[in-house]
């Protein structure tokens, strides 16, 4: 349906002039679609909310959830005036959005400031060789809550 | 700082055994220590805000960084009862996150129904080999935004 993917990419830029307009944070916009209607809707709100996750697609998908009143979206399309980075496409895989459709490429973001890809090679690497020094403590402790929440009444699986 | 270290994962795991208790989601929990400060906390409330992006980690950098009113925290460590997933740390590096100290592991957590190796491999493949399906349009319109945003006045660099 390209047609019906023009209107929609029409919907995400326009989330995204909005976005520069109010000054929010940078210039991405992005829609949820779930037969052919929009269900949630982002633009970039990181300076604005001090929110270093508040990217366009995060805040559509968290949008789109809501107003479903459910943690995943079946079904649905995210539109979005950019590549999602490694955060946004890995939050897409957790709300299991069917489809995406983006407009500018990553290199594109990143030829105007928004440099992403050191993450993803960052993702790659094993612990030890990532820049973020990272260690392990409290194993047991953390296992004996995963047991104790097994046992629970009040689980959700997901 | 070892025993700080286990004072802050104790924290951690207190958010964990809070969701537990509230029924808010995983037994997930996660704080944000500046020079030897909590400035943020989280638990997993995936089910109780009908949000997939409310892993504890993204609530205690969401936290933290509303706190500190800036979305960079510098000389900042993540104390989480698990190892992160490949949104949360995606976040963690976008929050410029220092270090990391993390409980149980990836494997841990899978053995008690939270998966979540696939979605760094599906990352790692090419475009056109992932299962989420995915397309590209209007390149040239949102790059022009992108131009325009870059002579915008309102504009925030970060």
Not at 27 to 41: C, E, K, L, S
Not at 110 to 135: H, N, Y
């Amino acid at each position: 349906m390209p047609e019906q993917d023009d209107v929609f990419m029409q919907q995400a830029l326009a989330m995204a002039q909005q976005g520069v307009e109010l000054g929010h944070g940078g210039p991405f916009g992005a829609v949820i679609v779930v037969d052919g209607r929009i269900i949630g809707r982002g633009w970039n709100q990181v300076v604005h909310l001090n929110d270093p996750t508040a990217h366009a697609e995060m805040l559509a998908i968290r949008n789109a959830c809501e107003v479903s009143g459910n943690f995943h979206l079946h079904q649905a399309t995210l539109y979005t005036t950019c590549e999602p980075c490694p955060m946004c496409l890995s939050a897409a895989y957790w709300a299991r959005i069917d489809k995406l459709v983006y407009g500018a490429t990553a290199k594109d973001a990143a030829a105007i400031g928004f440099v992403d890809d050191w993450i993803l090679e960052e993702l790659r690497k094993p612990q030890g060789s990532r820049r973020m020094r990272t260690s392990q403590r409290f194993q047991k402790e953390c296992r004996d809550l995963f047991e104790h929440w097994q046992q629970s009444e009040k689980r959700i699986d997901y």
